[in-house]
């Protein structure tokens, strides 16, 4: 399984972004899909996470009301939109899918927000 991500940038604060990733391989199966971000200098927390049908949807208090996670099953993609961004969300975004007990990571994508 390989992760595509795209769609970082610059923003000034009050922005938005919308992050995408595209999965391919042979995942034959159902999988959840999601974000973290790494900071510089911090660990990588999370961000969101989406079941397999979409009906559930898991945010970090952080992001919550400003950041909406979707997916698009048919073309095995997960969107982020990112509204009202904050200085303070400026990091390495990575996608993540979780398949049959091992969690499979794309390349990152970095996301800046100038005050």
């Known amino acids: 399984v390989q992760l595509q991500a795209s769609g970082g940038g610059s923003v000034q604060a009050g922005g938005s972004l919308r992050l995408s990733c595209a999965a391919s391989g042979r995942t034959f199966s159902s999988y959840a899909m999601g974000w973290f971000r790494q900071a510089p200098g911090k660990e990588r927390e999370f961000v969101a996470a989406?079941?397999?049908?979409?009906?559930?949807?898991f945010y970090a208090d952080s992001v919550k009301g400003r950041f909406t996670i979707s997916r698009d099953n048919a073309n095995d993609t997960v969107s982020l939109q990112m509204n009202s961004l904050k200085p303070e969300d400026t990091a390495v975004y990575y996608c993540?899918?979780?398949?049959?007990?091992?969690?499979?990571w794309g390349q990152g994508t970095q996301v800046t927000v100038s005050s």
């Open positions: 989406i079941s397999w049908s979409g009906g559930s949807t």
């Open positions: 993540y899918l979780y398949l049959r007990g091992k969690t499979y």
